[in-house]
């Protein structure tokens, strides 16, 4: 048996398309959509994140700022410049990305986001919104992982969820979402005790550790449903998961690819908060 | 075997002592402390729960308001009585107690309460910088229930730990304070399938339902530690938890105790977390 594959490719597709038919009216109303990325690293896979988008933005008809603040840039320059945007009337969606420079920690500086312009949902107001039930964006990870599911049709409710990591953008966010789907969720990580069995108990396993390869067959109960979340750059610039689709496809009932499973959706879904933003 | 008795009450009268010790001395650097309660239901068990509140405050020299706004407030009026306390220079805390109105909603109205007022973690930007880990008071039952394991010595790290109940007071946030001490957290609820065989993998079970007796021996492995949450009025007057203690203390290594178990460690950490606010 090889396991289904979960593209998110068609979904992203789906999203990209509705949200350029919203910018477009947007945009003829006089009230153009427009994007702001705040860089403050010289990693090459975050360059390489925030190019995606930038090109996927451009595409959709959403204007993208890259504000590139430098590698050295202090945590208060970051959220004096976050303020900034946040103030200003043609920004409609306002992104911090990581890795953030030594004394700069992303929970802590996203509260300088404005909440109407959090489309990636990392500031504490959003989050906690989230987690109460309160409209407000998710992180765009955490509902790409949802998103891909329930396009696929599975139903989550009933279903038991082994959620691996407890990042802030992923883990914490994603557990909130299924756990609002009607799935029972387990939080796992680095000091979970046997995480073979626990996983092993789960009709779903959601990967987001960022560890290459770290869920292998033995990880997985036969016929679950696994979606992977990492993306971990190879040696030869290529991008693997957290999943080891080789021996994992043969034993899980279906499984997200990477890459073409739930990257594709975040952009997309980030698109989509950024024109949702613009028509506030 | 019966389970040893995870009492609350030496941990409540400790944590009672050091906050009327603060209470003293911040009353003496004329800043008395002060807590303000909102009511806006006939219930009796609320009326009995606030009439506890303020006794407890009074006698650890604090003082507090209880501001009833009747059976018929509507969500304005307590939303606008909730700004106006929360910009009182002279309280502290502000609590906001359930049930409320129809058309009321407490993670809605409770972003009325000024952030540093918070005292019982309620509002969504208190929630949200929980789950982030950046300073914030914890609604005080969620942290009940981990101070009480703390206090008795049951470290957390690497347990396996069964929520029962995903409420924005209990469920959710206690989930959190669990995460961040390592355990790995499973959060269950009504739409659960095979209830007791979650929990029966549990080393750890928290019962926070509102359901009377819900939890009997089957859901509970042999030697677990069980937290009980609930506090169901019994007809008779008296106060039952959502354990069956009698089935489950034969089975359980340890339970916590309906009365005396979770609710006296709650009301003084609420009173602990006003006297904080008033030192900030």
Redesign the interface.
């Known amino acids: 048996m090889t396991a289904t594959v979960l593209s998110g490719r068609d979904l992203a597709s789906a999203i990209r398309a509705e949200t350029s038919a919203e910018a477009a009216a947007l945009t003829a109303a006089g009230r153009p959509p427009r994007l702001a990325v705040v860089v403050a690293t010289a990693d090459e896979s975050a360059a390489w994140y925030v190019r995606s988008i930038a090109r996927s933005a451009e595409k959709a008809g959403i204007s993208c700022d890259v504000v590139d603040l430098g590698a050295d840039a202090t945590a208060g320059a970051i959220r004096e410049r976050l303020s900034e945007l946040s103030a200003d009337d043609t920004v409609h969606g306002v992104i911090l990305q990581t890795p953030l420079p030594a004394g700069a920690a992303l929970?802590?500086l996203a509260s300088a986001i404005a909440f109407e312009k959090d489309v990636d949902g990392a500031?504490?107001?959003?989050?906690?919104?989230?987690?109460?039930?309160?409209p407000a964006f998710a992180p765009a990870t955490a509902e790409a992982v949802v998103a891909i599911l329930e396009h696929h049709g599975i139903a989550l409710?009933?279903l038991?969820v082994a959620v691996v990591g407890?990042s802030?953008v992923v883990g914490?966010p994603v557990?909130?979402l299924l756990?609002d789907r009607?799935a029972?969720?387990?939080?796992?990580?680095s000091?979970?005790?046997d995480l073979p069995a626990?996983t092993s108990?789960a009709d779903v396993v959601v990967a987001a550790v960022g560890r290459a390869g770290l869920i292998t067959a033995e990880y997985v109960r036969r016929g679950a449903v696994v979606v992977d979340v990492g993306t971990n750059p190879t040696e030869d610039g290529g991008l693997v998961g957290d999943v080891d689709a080789a021996s994992v496809a043969e034993r899980a009932g279906a499984l997200t690819p990477v890459p073409g499973g739930v990257g594709p959706v975040t952009t997309a879904l980030l698109l989509r908060h950024t024109v949702r933003a613009a028509a506030r």
């Open positions: 929970e802590d500031g504490p107001l959003s989050l906690g919104r989230l987690v109460a039930g309160l409710t009933g038991r407890r802030l914490k557990a909130h756990l009607n029972t969720v387990t939080v796992c990580h000091r979970t005790v626990v108990a």
